[in-house]
Protein backbone atom coordinates (compact mmCIF):
# COMPACT_ATOMS: atom_id res chain seq x y z
CA UNK A 1 0.00 0.00 0.00
CA UNK A 2 2.67 2.34 1.06
CA UNK A 3 4.33 1.69 -2.10
CA UNK A 4 1.43 2.54 -4.15
CA UNK A 5 1.22 5.77 -2.33
CA UNK A 6 4.62 6.72 -2.66
CA UNK A 7 4.17 5.75 -6.37
CA UNK A 8 0.95 7.88 -6.85
CA UNK A 9 3.29 11.21 -6.95
CA UNK A 10 5.60 9.84 -9.72
CA UNK A 11 2.67 8.82 -11.74
CA UNK A 12 1.10 11.70 -11.35
CA UNK A 13 4.50 13.39 -12.82
CA UNK A 14 5.16 11.28 -15.69
CA UNK A 15 1.32 11.80 -16.90
CA UNK A 16 1.67 15.93 -16.42
CA UNK A 17 4.91 15.12 -18.32
CA UNK A 18 3.08 13.17 -21.19
CA UNK A 19 0.55 16.02 -21.25
CA UNK A 20 3.45 18.42 -21.60
CA UNK A 21 5.12 17.32 -24.56
CA UNK A 22 2.09 16.32 -26.32
CA UNK A 23 0.70 19.68 -26.47
CA UNK A 24 3.89 21.08 -27.37
CA UNK A 25 4.29 18.86 -30.43
CA UNK A 26 0.75 20.11 -31.22
CA UNK A 27 2.13 24.08 -30.58
CA UNK A 28 5.44 23.72 -31.91
CA UNK A 29 4.24 21.47 -35.30
CA UNK A 30 0.93 23.40 -35.64
CA UNK A 31 2.82 27.01 -35.37
CA UNK A 32 5.34 25.89 -37.85
CA UNK A 33 2.25 24.33 -40.25
CA UNK A 34 0.25 27.25 -40.00
CA UNK A 35 3.31 29.49 -40.33
CA UNK A 36 3.69 27.75 -44.30
CA UNK A 37 0.51 28.06 -45.01
CA UNK A 38 -0.09 31.84 -44.36
CA UNK A 39 3.41 32.72 -45.14
CA UNK A 40 5.82 32.57 -47.77
CA UNK A 41 9.61 33.20 -47.83
CA UNK A 42 11.07 35.91 -50.18
CA UNK A 43 14.40 37.51 -50.71
CA UNK A 44 14.66 41.70 -51.52
CA UNK A 45 16.91 41.54 -54.73
CA UNK A 46 17.76 45.35 -54.61
CA UNK A 47 18.23 48.14 -52.45
CA UNK A 48 14.74 49.91 -53.57
CA UNK A 49 13.03 49.78 -50.19
CA UNK A 50 16.33 50.79 -48.06
CA UNK A 51 16.41 51.34 -45.33
CA UNK A 52 13.23 49.62 -44.56
CA UNK A 53 14.31 46.50 -46.14
CA UNK A 54 18.00 46.12 -47.34
CA UNK A 55 19.30 44.21 -50.48
CA UNK A 56 19.59 40.61 -50.09
CA UNK A 57 17.39 40.50 -46.60
CA UNK A 58 14.93 37.45 -46.71
CA UNK A 59 11.32 38.71 -45.37
CA UNK A 60 8.13 36.60 -44.33
CA UNK A 61 5.41 37.72 -46.62
CA UNK A 62 1.39 36.66 -46.12
CA UNK A 63 -0.35 35.51 -48.42
CA UNK A 64 -3.12 37.90 -48.88
CA UNK A 65 -5.79 38.81 -51.88
CA UNK A 66 -5.34 42.21 -53.69
CA UNK A 67 -8.41 43.50 -52.44
CA UNK A 68 -7.09 43.48 -48.91
CA UNK A 69 -4.25 46.04 -49.56
CA UNK A 70 -4.14 49.12 -47.88
CA UNK A 71 -1.90 52.37 -47.97
CA UNK A 72 1.49 51.84 -46.15
CA UNK A 73 1.60 47.99 -47.27
CA UNK A 74 4.96 46.62 -48.31
CA UNK A 75 3.42 44.22 -50.98
CA UNK A 76 5.02 41.51 -53.49
CA UNK A 77 3.96 41.42 -56.59
CA UNK A 78 4.55 41.03 -60.57
CA UNK A 79 3.09 42.76 -63.24
CA UNK A 80 4.64 42.41 -66.61
CA UNK A 81 4.39 45.59 -67.73
CA UNK A 82 7.12 46.14 -64.75
CA UNK A 83 9.40 43.63 -66.35
CA UNK A 84 7.37 40.49 -65.04
CA UNK A 85 9.81 39.92 -61.99
CA UNK A 86 8.88 39.80 -58.62
CA UNK A 87 9.15 43.26 -56.68
CA UNK A 88 8.77 44.17 -53.39
CA UNK A 89 6.98 48.14 -53.31
CA UNK A 90 5.64 50.23 -50.94
CA UNK A 91 1.76 50.85 -51.17
CA UNK A 92 0.96 55.30 -51.33
CA UNK A 93 -1.90 54.82 -53.13
CA UNK A 94 -5.58 52.93 -53.76
CA UNK A 95 -7.73 53.34 -56.25
CA UNK A 96 -9.39 56.74 -56.81
CA UNK A 97 -6.71 58.34 -54.61
CA UNK A 98 -4.61 61.68 -56.25
CA UNK A 99 -1.23 61.17 -55.33
CA UNK A 100 1.33 64.49 -56.38
CA UNK A 101 4.77 65.37 -55.47
CA UNK A 102 5.97 67.28 -53.87
CA UNK A 103 4.91 70.30 -51.28
CA UNK A 104 6.77 73.10 -50.03
CA UNK A 105 7.70 70.48 -46.87
CA UNK A 106 8.81 67.69 -49.72
CA UNK A 107 6.08 65.52 -48.91
CA UNK A 108 3.88 63.70 -51.11
CA UNK A 109 0.12 64.56 -50.90
CA UNK A 110 -2.60 62.09 -51.04
CA UNK A 111 -6.06 63.59 -51.66
CA UNK A 112 -4.42 67.21 -51.13
CA UNK A 113 -3.42 65.07 -47.22
CA UNK A 114 0.68 65.83 -46.80
CA UNK A 115 2.13 62.49 -45.63
CA UNK A 116 4.80 62.36 -43.39
CA UNK A 117 7.23 59.13 -44.49
CA UNK A 118 9.77 58.58 -41.93
CA UNK A 119 10.78 55.67 -43.08
CA UNK A 120 12.04 57.09 -46.14
CA UNK A 121 15.70 57.13 -46.91
CA UNK A 122 18.23 59.93 -45.35
CA UNK A 123 14.68 60.96 -44.20
CA UNK A 124 13.20 62.26 -47.86
CA UNK A 125 12.24 64.53 -49.88
CA UNK A 126 9.67 62.45 -51.42
CA UNK A 127 10.55 62.01 -54.73
CA UNK A 128 13.62 63.82 -56.13
CA UNK A 129 11.29 65.02 -59.12
CA UNK A 130 8.01 65.85 -58.96
CA UNK A 131 4.72 63.59 -59.92
CA UNK A 132 1.37 63.49 -60.35
CA UNK A 133 -0.80 60.32 -60.62
CA UNK A 134 -4.92 59.10 -59.92
CA UNK A 135 -5.48 55.67 -59.70
CA UNK A 136 -7.51 53.97 -61.59
CA UNK A 137 -10.12 52.18 -59.47
CA UNK A 138 -9.13 48.84 -58.79
CA UNK A 139 -5.50 49.73 -58.90
CA UNK A 140 -2.39 50.64 -56.28
CA UNK A 141 0.13 53.25 -56.43
CA UNK A 142 3.40 52.16 -55.37
CA UNK A 143 6.93 53.30 -54.55
CA UNK A 144 9.51 52.44 -52.96
CA UNK A 145 11.14 53.80 -49.94
CA UNK A 146 14.85 54.60 -51.89
CA UNK A 147 13.22 57.08 -53.72
CA UNK A 148 15.93 57.98 -55.39
CA UNK A 149 17.17 54.61 -56.84
CA UNK A 150 13.56 52.94 -57.25
CA UNK A 151 12.08 52.32 -60.19
CA UNK A 152 8.30 51.90 -59.26
CA UNK A 153 5.10 53.89 -60.43
CA UNK A 154 6.60 57.07 -61.24
CA UNK A 155 8.62 55.37 -64.09
CA UNK A 156 5.19 53.69 -65.84
CA UNK A 157 3.12 56.94 -65.30
CA UNK A 158 2.05 56.76 -69.22
CA UNK A 159 0.60 53.77 -68.36
CA UNK A 160 -2.55 53.61 -66.25
CA UNK A 161 -0.98 56.36 -64.36
CA UNK A 162 1.63 54.06 -63.47
CA UNK A 163 -0.67 51.52 -61.30
CA UNK A 164 -0.83 47.84 -61.18
CA UNK A 165 -3.94 45.97 -60.50
CA UNK A 166 -4.56 44.73 -57.21
CA UNK A 167 -4.65 41.16 -58.85
CA UNK A 168 -1.29 41.30 -59.36
CA UNK A 169 -0.47 41.09 -55.48
CA UNK A 170 0.54 38.35 -54.42
CA UNK A 171 1.84 39.00 -50.57
CA UNK A 172 1.92 41.48 -48.16
CA UNK A 173 5.54 41.98 -45.92
CA UNK A 174 5.35 40.95 -42.26
CA UNK A 175 8.55 40.26 -40.88
CA UNK A 176 12.55 40.46 -41.64
CA UNK A 177 14.43 36.98 -40.87
CA UNK A 178 17.41 37.97 -41.94
CA UNK A 179 20.29 39.97 -41.18
CA UNK A 180 20.16 39.23 -38.05
CA UNK A 181 20.24 43.19 -36.87
CA UNK A 182 16.57 43.68 -39.33
CA UNK A 183 14.89 40.72 -37.18
CA UNK A 184 11.77 41.41 -36.15
CA UNK A 185 8.14 42.77 -37.38
CA UNK A 186 8.44 44.79 -40.56
CA UNK A 187 6.86 48.86 -38.30
CA UNK A 188 3.61 49.46 -39.89
CA UNK A 189 3.64 53.47 -40.34
CA UNK A 190 1.12 55.86 -39.05
CA UNK A 191 2.05 57.52 -42.58
CA UNK A 192 -1.55 57.39 -43.63
CA UNK A 193 -3.67 56.95 -40.14
CA UNK A 194 -5.50 59.93 -41.67
CA UNK A 195 -6.98 58.67 -44.96
CA UNK A 196 -9.95 56.84 -44.99
CA UNK A 197 -9.24 53.17 -44.71
CA UNK A 198 -5.91 53.62 -42.89
CA UNK A 199 -3.21 50.84 -43.03
CA UNK A 200 -3.65 47.25 -42.36
CA UNK A 201 -3.02 45.70 -39.13
CA UNK A 202 -0.29 43.19 -39.35
CA UNK A 203 -0.96 39.10 -39.92
CA UNK A 204 -0.40 36.63 -37.03
CA UNK A 205 3.08 35.67 -37.40
CA UNK A 206 3.54 37.14 -33.74
CA UNK A 207 1.15 34.62 -32.32
CA UNK A 208 2.52 31.73 -34.33
CA UNK A 209 5.78 32.63 -33.32
CA UNK A 210 4.38 32.65 -29.62
CA UNK A 211 2.71 29.13 -30.53
CA UNK A 212 6.14 27.95 -31.70
CA UNK A 213 8.55 28.83 -28.63
CA UNK A 214 5.71 27.77 -25.87
CA UNK A 215 5.92 24.14 -28.10
CA UNK A 216 9.35 23.88 -27.55
CA UNK A 217 9.62 24.88 -23.95
CA UNK A 218 6.77 22.51 -23.02
CA UNK A 219 8.63 19.38 -25.54
CA UNK A 220 11.76 20.18 -23.74
CA UNK A 221 10.29 20.48 -19.99
CA UNK A 222 8.82 17.78 -20.44
CA UNK A 223 11.27 15.43 -21.37
CA UNK A 224 13.74 16.64 -19.16
CA UNK A 225 10.91 15.41 -16.23
CA UNK A 226 11.55 11.90 -16.11
CA UNK A 227 15.80 11.83 -15.93
CA UNK A 228 15.49 14.93 -13.42
CA UNK A 229 12.50 12.90 -11.26
CA UNK A 230 14.87 9.71 -11.73
CA UNK A 231 17.77 11.99 -10.29
CA UNK A 232 15.84 13.29 -7.82
CA UNK A 233 14.92 9.80 -6.16
CA UNK A 234 17.71 8.14 -6.70
CA UNK A 235 19.31 11.16 -4.39
CA UNK A 236 16.42 10.95 -1.80
CA UNK A 237 16.81 6.74 -1.75
CA UNK A 238 20.22 6.88 -1.29
CA UNK A 239 19.77 9.80 1.87
CA UNK A 240 17.30 7.50 2.95
CA UNK A 241 19.44 4.36 3.22
CA UNK A 242 22.43 6.22 4.73
CA UNK A 243 20.07 7.54 7.47
CA UNK A 244 18.98 4.14 8.41
CA UNK A 245 19.74 2.85 12.35
CA UNK A 246 21.15 -0.39 12.43
CA UNK A 247 19.50 -2.67 14.94
CA UNK A 248 21.80 -4.75 17.93
CA UNK A 249 22.52 -8.01 17.49
CA UNK A 250 21.70 -10.91 20.23
Known amino acids: ?44 PTD ?5 IARGARVLAQRIDGDEVRRGDVVVFRDKVWGDAT ?8 GGDTVVCCDRQGRMTVNGTPVEEPYLQSGGPASP ?10 DLFLLG ?10 SHLTKDQGSIPRGAVSARVDAALWPTDAFGMLPRPGSFDALPGGTSEPGP ?14 I ?16 TARRSGNGKAVAPHG
Open 220 to 235: LGGAAYGPLARLATGR
Open 205 to 218: IRMLGIAVVVGAAL
Open 48 to 52: SMAPT
Open 145 to 154: DHRADSIDSR
Open 129 to 138: GGFSATVPRG
Open 1 to 44: MGGAERGGPGRTGALVSGIAVALGCVLFLGGFAWAAILYKPYTV
Open 87 to 94: MVKRVVGV
